[in-house]
Protein backbone atom coordinates (compact mmCIF):
# COMPACT_ATOMS: atom_id res chain seq x y z
CA UNK A 1 0.00 0.00 0.00
CA UNK A 2 1.52 3.55 -0.86
CA UNK A 3 1.52 6.46 1.49
CA UNK A 4 -1.52 8.58 0.06
CA UNK A 5 -3.53 5.18 0.45
CA UNK A 6 -2.95 5.95 4.12
CA UNK A 7 -5.32 8.60 4.20
CA UNK A 8 -8.45 6.15 3.79
CA UNK A 9 -7.05 4.84 6.58
CA UNK A 10 -8.43 4.92 10.32
CA UNK A 11 -4.65 3.79 11.43
CA UNK A 12 -1.80 2.13 10.02
CA UNK A 13 1.12 0.99 10.44
CA UNK A 14 4.20 2.84 8.74
CA UNK A 15 7.51 0.64 7.49
CA UNK A 16 10.70 2.59 6.48
CA UNK A 17 12.50 1.18 3.75
CA UNK A 18 15.53 3.04 4.08
CA UNK A 19 15.86 2.89 7.81
CA UNK A 20 15.40 -1.71 7.32
CA UNK A 21 17.91 -1.48 4.48
CA UNK A 22 20.46 0.35 6.59
CA UNK A 23 20.25 -1.56 9.08
CA UNK A 24 20.30 -4.36 7.13
CA UNK A 25 23.67 -3.27 5.68
CA UNK A 26 25.34 -2.52 9.25
CA UNK A 27 24.85 -6.41 10.10
CA UNK A 28 26.40 -7.11 6.89
CA UNK A 29 29.36 -4.95 7.44
CA UNK A 30 29.47 -6.33 10.84
CA UNK A 31 29.71 -10.16 9.86
CA UNK A 32 31.32 -10.22 5.98
CA UNK A 33 30.45 -10.91 2.73
CA UNK A 34 30.74 -14.69 2.97
CA UNK A 35 28.62 -15.74 5.68
CA UNK A 36 24.73 -16.10 5.46
CA UNK A 37 22.49 -13.32 6.88
CA UNK A 38 19.05 -14.86 7.80
CA UNK A 39 16.36 -11.81 8.39
CA UNK A 40 14.23 -13.11 10.94
CA UNK A 41 10.61 -12.07 10.00
CA UNK A 42 8.90 -14.22 12.46
CA UNK A 43 5.79 -13.29 14.13
CA UNK A 44 4.62 -10.77 11.29
CA UNK A 45 8.29 -9.66 11.21
CA UNK A 46 8.29 -8.69 14.40
CA UNK A 47 4.65 -6.71 14.48
CA UNK A 48 6.34 -4.89 10.87
CA UNK A 49 4.72 -7.10 8.37
CA UNK A 50 5.77 -10.07 7.00
CA UNK A 51 5.37 -9.50 3.41
CA UNK A 52 6.59 -6.06 3.33
CA UNK A 53 9.51 -6.19 5.29
CA UNK A 54 10.58 -9.63 2.98
CA UNK A 55 10.54 -7.80 0.31
CA UNK A 56 12.82 -4.83 1.36
CA UNK A 57 15.05 -7.54 3.33
CA UNK A 58 15.32 -9.61 0.03
CA UNK A 59 16.06 -6.61 -2.03
CA UNK A 60 19.01 -5.37 0.66
CA UNK A 61 20.57 -8.74 0.72
CA UNK A 62 19.32 -10.96 3.15
CA UNK A 63 20.18 -14.63 1.99
CA UNK A 64 17.63 -16.47 4.03
CA UNK A 65 14.55 -15.46 5.48
CA UNK A 66 13.25 -17.01 8.98
CA UNK A 67 9.59 -17.62 9.98
CA UNK A 68 8.41 -19.40 13.16
CA UNK A 69 5.60 -21.74 11.68
CA UNK A 70 3.92 -23.41 8.52
CA UNK A 71 2.08 -20.60 7.50
CA UNK A 72 4.31 -18.15 7.49
CA UNK A 73 6.65 -20.23 5.28
CA UNK A 74 3.78 -21.27 2.89
CA UNK A 75 2.50 -17.65 2.79
CA UNK A 76 6.02 -16.30 1.36
CA UNK A 77 6.08 -19.07 -1.28
CA UNK A 78 2.27 -18.44 -2.26
CA UNK A 79 3.92 -14.59 -2.62
CA UNK A 80 6.54 -16.14 -4.73
CA UNK A 81 9.78 -15.47 -2.46
CA UNK A 82 12.57 -17.66 -3.84
CA UNK A 83 15.02 -17.42 -0.82
CA UNK A 84 15.73 -20.54 1.19
CA UNK A 85 12.74 -20.21 4.36
CA UNK A 86 13.93 -21.83 7.52
CA UNK A 87 11.22 -22.84 9.65
CA UNK A 88 12.15 -22.10 13.08
CA UNK A 89 9.44 -23.98 15.04
CA UNK A 90 7.40 -27.40 15.24
CA UNK A 91 6.06 -28.05 12.06
CA UNK A 92 2.53 -30.21 13.11
CA UNK A 93 3.23 -33.87 11.40
CA UNK A 94 0.11 -33.80 8.98
CA UNK A 95 1.78 -30.38 7.81
CA UNK A 96 5.51 -32.09 6.74
CA UNK A 97 4.34 -32.99 3.32
CA UNK A 98 3.04 -29.09 2.63
CA UNK A 99 6.24 -27.91 4.35
CA UNK A 100 8.33 -30.81 1.78
CA UNK A 101 5.69 -29.45 -1.25
CA UNK A 102 6.98 -25.76 -0.80
CA UNK A 103 10.84 -26.12 -0.10
CA UNK A 104 10.89 -25.31 3.43
CA UNK A 105 13.50 -26.00 5.32
CA UNK A 106 12.85 -27.51 8.51
CA UNK A 107 14.26 -27.46 12.16
CA UNK A 108 14.28 -30.69 13.77
CA UNK A 109 14.83 -31.86 16.85
CA UNK A 110 12.25 -35.01 17.67
CA UNK A 111 13.05 -38.41 16.30
CA UNK A 112 9.26 -38.88 15.78
CA UNK A 113 9.68 -36.09 13.31
CA UNK A 114 12.28 -38.17 11.08
CA UNK A 115 10.29 -40.99 9.80
CA UNK A 116 7.37 -39.35 8.85
CA UNK A 117 9.45 -36.41 7.06
CA UNK A 118 11.16 -38.88 5.08
CA UNK A 119 7.81 -40.79 4.49
CA UNK A 120 6.12 -36.84 3.04
CA UNK A 121 9.46 -37.14 0.66
CA UNK A 122 8.77 -40.43 -0.60
CA UNK A 123 5.02 -39.96 -1.35
CA UNK A 124 6.48 -36.14 -3.06
CA UNK A 125 9.29 -38.00 -4.74
CA UNK A 126 11.57 -34.67 -2.77
CA UNK A 127 14.15 -34.18 -0.54
CA UNK A 128 13.95 -32.04 2.54
CA UNK A 129 16.56 -29.47 3.95
CA UNK A 130 17.09 -30.15 7.96
CA UNK A 131 18.19 -28.27 10.60
CA UNK A 132 19.57 -29.65 13.77
CA UNK A 133 18.66 -27.24 16.84
CA UNK A 134 20.34 -28.25 19.64
CA UNK A 135 20.15 -27.97 23.53
CA UNK A 136 22.97 -25.95 25.09
CA UNK A 137 21.49 -24.51 28.15
CA UNK A 138 17.82 -22.52 26.99
CA UNK A 139 15.93 -25.70 27.55
CA UNK A 140 13.25 -25.03 25.29
CA UNK A 141 13.21 -27.09 21.56
CA UNK A 142 16.67 -28.92 21.09
CA UNK A 143 18.61 -32.15 21.12
CA UNK A 144 20.54 -33.03 23.97
CA UNK A 145 24.18 -33.66 23.66
CA UNK A 146 23.62 -36.91 24.91
CA UNK A 147 21.12 -37.89 21.95
CA UNK A 148 22.82 -35.62 19.05
CA UNK A 149 25.18 -38.44 17.97
CA UNK A 150 21.99 -41.16 17.38
CA UNK A 151 19.59 -38.03 16.08
CA UNK A 152 22.15 -37.31 13.10
CA UNK A 153 23.03 -40.84 12.78
CA UNK A 154 19.22 -41.74 12.56
CA UNK A 155 18.49 -39.11 9.84
CA UNK A 156 21.44 -40.44 7.78
CA UNK A 157 19.44 -43.80 7.34
CA UNK A 158 17.02 -41.80 5.12
CA UNK A 159 18.14 -40.50 1.79
CA UNK A 160 15.10 -38.29 0.99
CA UNK A 161 16.44 -36.40 4.33
CA UNK A 162 19.54 -34.10 3.87
CA UNK A 163 21.87 -32.62 7.11
CA UNK A 164 21.72 -29.25 5.97
CA UNK A 165 22.00 -27.27 9.19
CA UNK A 166 22.76 -27.20 12.65
CA UNK A 167 21.87 -24.65 15.37
CA UNK A 168 20.94 -23.37 18.81
CA UNK A 169 20.24 -20.02 20.67
CA UNK A 170 21.31 -18.60 23.76
CA UNK A 171 19.50 -17.71 26.93
CA UNK A 172 20.83 -15.28 28.84
CA UNK A 173 23.49 -13.01 26.14
CA UNK A 174 20.61 -9.94 26.52
CA UNK A 175 20.14 -9.10 29.57
CA UNK A 176 23.17 -8.98 31.78
CA UNK A 177 26.74 -8.01 31.52
CA UNK A 178 27.95 -11.15 32.45
CA UNK A 179 28.23 -13.72 29.44
CA UNK A 180 29.82 -16.22 31.18
CA UNK A 181 26.46 -18.42 30.76
CA UNK A 182 26.37 -17.21 27.03
CA UNK A 183 29.88 -18.60 27.09
CA UNK A 184 29.13 -21.93 28.22
CA UNK A 185 26.25 -22.53 25.88
CA UNK A 186 28.46 -21.32 22.86
CA UNK A 187 31.39 -23.88 24.22
CA UNK A 188 28.79 -26.50 24.27
CA UNK A 189 27.76 -25.85 20.60
CA UNK A 190 31.28 -26.11 19.78
CA UNK A 191 32.19 -29.47 21.46
CA UNK A 192 28.97 -30.83 19.56
CA UNK A 193 30.43 -29.89 16.48
CA UNK A 194 33.94 -31.39 17.16
CA UNK A 195 32.02 -34.82 17.97
CA UNK A 196 29.62 -34.73 15.03
CA UNK A 197 33.32 -33.95 12.77
CA UNK A 198 35.18 -36.67 14.79
CA UNK A 199 32.26 -39.13 13.94
CA UNK A 200 32.61 -37.91 10.02
CA UNK A 201 28.82 -36.47 10.30
CA UNK A 202 29.71 -32.80 8.28
CA UNK A 203 26.91 -30.41 8.41
CA UNK A 204 27.04 -27.40 6.53
CA UNK A 205 25.40 -24.74 8.01
CA UNK A 206 26.55 -23.63 11.36
CA UNK A 207 24.77 -20.80 13.12
CA UNK A 208 24.07 -19.94 16.55
CA UNK A 209 24.13 -15.57 16.31
CA UNK A 210 21.07 -13.79 17.01
CA UNK A 211 21.22 -9.67 17.08
CA UNK A 212 22.63 -9.80 20.76
CA UNK A 213 25.27 -12.07 19.82
CA UNK A 214 26.10 -10.52 16.41
CA UNK A 215 26.93 -7.24 17.74
CA UNK A 216 28.69 -8.34 20.45
CA UNK A 217 30.82 -11.85 19.42
CA UNK A 218 32.15 -12.25 16.22
CA UNK A 219 33.26 -16.09 17.67
CA UNK A 220 29.21 -16.95 17.12
CA UNK A 221 29.10 -16.19 13.72
CA UNK A 222 29.97 -19.32 11.88
CA UNK A 223 28.31 -19.92 8.69
CA UNK A 224 25.03 -17.46 9.30
CA UNK A 225 23.69 -14.86 11.55
CA UNK A 226 20.05 -14.62 12.24
CA UNK A 227 19.14 -11.43 12.90
CA UNK A 228 16.05 -10.18 14.74
CA UNK A 229 15.09 -7.22 17.12
CA UNK A 230 17.66 -5.29 15.62
CA UNK A 231 17.40 -5.40 12.44
CA UNK A 232 14.23 -3.27 13.25
CA UNK A 233 16.47 -0.59 14.87
CA UNK A 234 15.74 -1.67 17.95
CA UNK A 235 18.50 -2.63 20.71
CA UNK A 236 17.75 -6.07 22.16
CA UNK A 237 18.56 -4.48 25.64
CA UNK A 238 20.26 -1.32 27.58
CA UNK A 239 22.38 -4.07 28.84
CA UNK A 240 23.43 -5.32 25.41
CA UNK A 241 24.39 -1.51 24.46
CA UNK A 242 25.99 -0.94 27.79
CA UNK A 243 28.21 -4.26 27.00
CA UNK A 244 29.59 -2.84 23.79
CA UNK A 245 30.61 0.08 24.73
CA UNK A 246 32.29 -1.76 27.95
CA UNK A 247 34.33 -3.98 25.37
CA UNK A 248 35.00 -0.60 23.55
CA UNK A 249 33.20 -1.73 20.27
CA UNK A 250 31.39 0.87 18.27
CA UNK A 251 27.77 0.67 18.59
CA UNK A 252 25.68 -0.38 15.45
CA UNK A 253 23.92 2.73 14.29
CA UNK A 254 20.59 1.47 14.22
CA UNK A 255 17.46 3.44 12.85
CA UNK A 256 13.66 2.38 13.82
CA UNK A 257 12.09 1.24 10.94
CA UNK A 258 8.12 1.15 12.86
CA UNK A 259 5.89 4.24 13.04
CA UNK A 260 2.30 3.63 14.04
CA UNK A 261 -0.06 6.30 13.49
CA UNK A 262 -3.84 7.45 13.86
CA UNK A 263 -6.67 9.85 13.79
CA UNK A 264 -8.28 12.03 15.67
CA UNK A 265 -11.97 10.51 15.52
CA UNK A 266 -14.07 13.69 17.60
CA UNK A 267 -12.67 16.42 19.95
CA UNK A 268 -15.30 17.70 22.80
CA UNK A 269 -15.07 19.51 25.25
CA UNK A 270 -15.01 18.20 28.94
CA UNK A 271 -16.25 20.35 32.25
CA UNK A 272 -14.04 20.40 35.35
CA UNK A 273 -14.46 17.77 37.61
CA UNK A 274 -15.61 15.54 34.95
CA UNK A 275 -15.13 11.60 35.07
CA UNK A 276 -12.75 10.66 32.47
CA UNK A 277 -13.76 6.52 30.66
CA UNK A 278 -14.40 3.26 32.45
CA UNK A 279 -13.77 3.30 35.81
CA UNK A 280 -14.08 6.34 36.36
CA UNK A 281 -10.51 6.21 37.11
CA UNK A 282 -9.62 10.19 35.87
CA UNK A 283 -10.95 13.46 37.45
CA UNK A 284 -10.34 16.40 35.42
CA UNK A 285 -8.92 19.78 37.28
CA UNK A 286 -9.99 21.94 34.75
CA UNK A 287 -12.42 22.27 31.69
CA UNK A 288 -10.16 19.79 29.14
CA UNK A 289 -10.60 19.64 25.55
CA UNK A 290 -10.19 15.66 24.92
CA UNK A 291 -9.27 13.53 21.75
CA UNK A 292 -11.06 10.66 20.68
CA UNK A 293 -8.40 8.43 19.32
CA UNK A 294 -9.81 4.99 17.68
CA UNK A 295 -7.15 2.63 19.19
CA UNK A 296 -7.25 0.27 21.88
CA UNK A 297 -6.26 -2.61 23.64
CA UNK A 298 -7.67 -5.15 20.42
CA UNK A 299 -5.05 -3.20 18.15
CA UNK A 300 -2.09 -3.88 20.67
CA UNK A 301 -2.39 -0.81 22.40
CA UNK A 302 -1.54 -2.13 26.24
CA UNK A 303 -4.55 -1.49 28.68
CA UNK A 304 -1.49 -1.10 31.23
CA UNK A 305 -0.60 1.71 29.52
CA UNK A 306 -3.95 3.83 30.97
CA UNK A 307 -3.12 6.96 32.62
CA UNK A 308 0.53 6.98 32.13
CA UNK A 309 1.01 7.05 28.21
CA UNK A 310 0.88 9.98 25.65
CA UNK A 311 0.73 10.30 22.05
CA UNK A 312 1.87 12.87 19.51
CA UNK A 313 -0.76 15.76 17.80
CA UNK A 314 1.25 18.53 16.20
CA UNK A 315 4.47 17.61 17.27
CA UNK A 316 3.41 17.74 21.17
CA UNK A 317 2.63 15.43 23.70
CA UNK A 318 -1.21 14.77 24.80
CA UNK A 319 -1.41 12.59 27.74
CA UNK A 320 -3.92 9.94 27.70
CA UNK A 321 -6.72 10.28 30.41
CA UNK A 322 -8.54 7.10 32.02
CA UNK A 323 -8.29 3.66 30.84
CA UNK A 324 -7.42 2.46 27.03
CA UNK A 325 -10.26 0.58 25.99
CA UNK A 326 -11.29 -2.16 23.61
CA UNK A 327 -11.02 0.04 20.64
CA UNK A 328 -10.59 3.60 22.19
CA UNK A 329 -8.26 5.74 23.94
CA UNK A 330 -8.65 9.34 24.63
CA UNK A 331 -5.89 11.59 25.06
CA UNK A 332 -5.67 15.50 26.89
CA UNK A 333 -5.17 17.98 23.81
CA UNK A 334 -5.92 21.06 25.86
CA UNK A 335 -2.82 22.72 25.52
CA UNK A 336 -2.70 21.78 21.75
CA UNK A 337 -4.46 24.76 20.18
CA UNK A 338 -5.99 23.57 16.64
CA UNK A 339 -6.71 20.02 16.83
CA UNK A 340 -8.96 18.66 14.51
CA UNK A 341 -10.99 15.82 13.76
CA UNK A 342 -8.95 13.33 11.79
CA UNK A 343 -5.77 15.47 12.41
CA UNK A 344 -2.90 12.77 12.66
CA UNK A 345 -2.03 11.16 16.05
CA UNK A 346 1.33 9.35 16.84
CA UNK A 347 1.13 6.30 18.83
CA UNK A 348 4.86 5.59 17.92
CA UNK A 349 7.28 7.19 16.23
CA UNK A 350 8.42 10.56 15.49
CA UNK A 351 6.34 14.41 14.71
CA UNK A 352 8.86 17.02 14.94
CA UNK A 353 11.19 16.89 17.62
CA UNK A 354 9.10 14.59 19.90
CA UNK A 355 8.94 10.88 19.95
CA UNK A 356 7.49 7.75 21.47
CA UNK A 357 9.95 4.62 21.09
CA UNK A 358 9.31 0.51 21.68
CA UNK A 359 11.47 1.44 24.45
CA UNK A 360 8.73 4.34 26.30
CA UNK A 361 5.85 2.74 25.84
CA UNK A 362 7.57 -0.88 27.32
CA UNK A 363 9.13 1.23 30.74
CA UNK A 364 5.93 2.11 31.46
CA UNK A 365 4.18 -1.17 31.94
CA UNK A 366 7.46 -3.00 32.41
CA UNK A 367 8.10 -5.28 29.50
CA UNK A 368 10.20 -5.61 26.80
CA UNK A 369 10.53 -4.12 22.94
CA UNK A 370 9.79 -7.10 21.75
CA UNK A 371 6.51 -7.33 23.16
CA UNK A 372 5.29 -3.85 22.37
CA UNK A 373 6.18 -4.14 18.68
CA UNK A 374 4.99 -7.84 17.81
CA UNK A 375 1.56 -6.93 19.73
CA UNK A 376 0.47 -4.53 16.83
CA UNK A 377 -2.60 -6.14 15.38
CA UNK A 378 -1.56 -8.20 12.06
CA UNK A 379 -5.19 -6.56 10.52
CA UNK A 380 -3.62 -3.11 10.72
CA UNK A 381 -2.21 -2.27 7.12
CA UNK A 382 1.73 -2.03 6.81
CA UNK A 383 2.73 0.74 4.43
CA UNK A 384 5.91 0.84 2.88
CA UNK A 385 7.88 4.39 2.76
Not at 83 to 103: I, Q, R, T, W
Request: proline residues 4%; glycine residues 6%.
Amino acid sequence: MSKPESEKLLQWVEIDRFALTHNIRQFRRLIGKKRKFLATVKANAYGHGMLEVSQTAVAAGADWLGVQSLEEGILLREKEFTSPVLVLGHVPFEGLKEAVAHELRLTVYNFETLERLAQACRELRKKANLHLKIETGTYRQGITEEDVLSFARKAREFPELVLEGISSHFANIEDTTDHSYAQYQLDTFKRILGMLEKNKIEIPLKHMSCSASAILFPDTYFDMVRAGISMYGLWPSKETFLSCRLQNREPLLLKPVLSWKTRVAQVKKVPRRAFIGYGCTYRTSRETILAVVPVGYYDGYDRRLSNSSYVLVKGKRAPLRGRVCMDFILADVTDIPGVEVEEEVVLLGKDGEESITANDLASLVGTINYEIVTRINPLIPRILI
